[in-house]
């Protein structure tokens, strides 16, 4: 059986794990680690995948794949907007 899927690369900055474990904890999204796709031991490295999601749309209704991007968008910018904070704290 195939499917459909979308790679995504994230910034050197964001791991994947990161992402996935705030995607279903704040907005019920599931997003898979690209960890889960590769093959310990053996020559391709483990950390490979470490800054990708697999998303699946196998079958997923257009509004739903809109909805999950939207979800999706809301972690990623929380994610970013929270490394902003603590790259540079702002001067109260």
């Known amino acids: 059986m195939g499917g459909f899927f979308v790679w995504i690369i994230l910034p050197d900055k964001f791991h994947a794990k990161?992402?996935?474990?705030?995607?279903?904890?704040?907005?019920?999204?599931?997003?898979?680690?690209?960890?889960?796709?590769?093959?310990?031991?053996t020559d391709v490295s483990w950390n490979k995948f470490e800054h990708c999601l697999r998303l699946s749309f196998s079958y997923a209704e257009e509004d739903e794949l809109i909805e999950g991007v939207k979800r999706l968008k809301n972690v990623l910018v929380k994610l970013i907007e929270k490394e902003k904070k603590t790259r540079s704290p702002e001067k109260e």
């Not at 704040?26 to 310990?40: H, K, R």
């Open 18 to 41: 990161e992402v996935a474990q705030a995607a279903i904890k704040d907005e019920n999204l599931i997003v898979a680690e690209g960890q889960l796709f590769s093959v310990p031991n």
